[in-house]
């Protein structure tokens, strides 16, 4: 099919135990739904994101979550703000592991395992990446994080391994908040 699953103007829908492969387009879709919960879920060998939540898909919980080896991103938050990211491995994908643009407070909690992409860990445009616990970027061909036009605020961890330095944090917009990089 075109795509797996598509939420278009839905909300308060849980979506478990659920596996989104080898789609022409997006794994899983969100368009304009808010506060959904999707737990243990996979999306892998999509012809574009794995998954894809946009134009205010505010307020959902991702929980034990894998996209792999989709034709884009693994996971694209656009205009999607206030949604919890826990537990949540993207790795192998041809664009982005984790692209958040140009979305806004976003948490991340608990592992989060993002590598072997062909471009960055993470593109994130907006505030505060929330980023918590244990986080590892490694083996990603470009950037191991990139805060392009990002306003910083919090403080968090991130452990990069196996990932070209140079471009680590590259031009974030505001620092006030602490990064602790372990390389």
Do not use: K
């Not at 012809?47 to 694209?76: E, P, Q």
Request: net charge negative.
């Amino acid at each position: 099919s075109s795509q797996g699953i598509n939420l278009v103007d839905s909300s308060n829908n849980t979506l478990a135990n659920i596996t989104a492969e080898n789609n022409t387009v997006y794994g899983v879709q969100l368009n304009s739904s808010p506060n959904n919960i999707l737990a243990n879920t996979t999306a892998a060998n999509n012809g574009n994101c794995g998954f894809h939540f946009r134009l205010s898909s505010d307020n959902n919980t991702l929980a034990n979550i894998t996209a792999g080896y989709n034709s884009s991103d693994g996971v694209f938050l656009q205009d999607s703000s206030n949604n919890i990211l826990a537990n949540i491995a993207a790795g192998n994908n041809s664009s982005n592991g984790i692209s958040l643009f140009p979305s806004s407070n976003n948490t991340f909690t608990g592992q989060l395992h993002v590598g072997n992409n062909v471009d960055d860990c993470f593109v994130i445009g907006g505030t505060n990446p929330g980023l918590d616990n244990d986080c590892v970027s490694d083996a990603n061909l470009n950037d191991g994080i990139d805060l392009t036009n990002s306003f910083v605020t919090d403080s968090w961890e991130l452990l990069v391994t196996d990932t070209q330095i140079r471009n680590v944090l590259q031009n974030p917009a505001d620092m006030t908040g602490d990064i602790n990089l372990t390389h």
